[in-house]
């Protein structure tokens, strides 16, 4: 792959990490990191950055986390109402 292209997936992976910052609401933030960090990974896998690899890795593992809990939190709220 070329050096063009590679760049570009960097560029979008912080085009979307610094997007997910200017959303409302943790639950789109997250989401959207999230995706990010998934570029970021396929990134650091192209340029064989295993420091991003396993940073962003941990970032998708907290995040997917976090997700799961204001889900859960999200639907014992509906249950109450």
């Known amino acids: 792959?070329?050096?063009?292209?590679?760049?570009?997936?960097?560029?979008?992976?912080?085009?979307?990490?610094?997007?997910?910052?200017?959303?409302?609401?943790?639950?789109?933030?997250?989401?959207?990191?999230?995706?990010?960090?998934?570029i970021y990974i396929l990134y650091g896998i192209l340029i064989s950055a295993l420091p991003i690899i396993i940073g962003c890795t941990i970032a998708v593992l907290l995040h997917i986390f976090r997700l799961n809990k204001l889900k859960t939190e999200d639907n014992d709220k509906n249950k109450v109402s």
């Open 1 to 38: 792959m070329n050096t063009i292209t590679i760049d570009i997936i960097g560029y979008s992976a912080l085009a979307m990490n610094l997007y997910s910052m200017s959303v409302k609401g943790e639950y789109k933030l997250r989401l959207i990191s999230t995706i990010a960090n998934f």
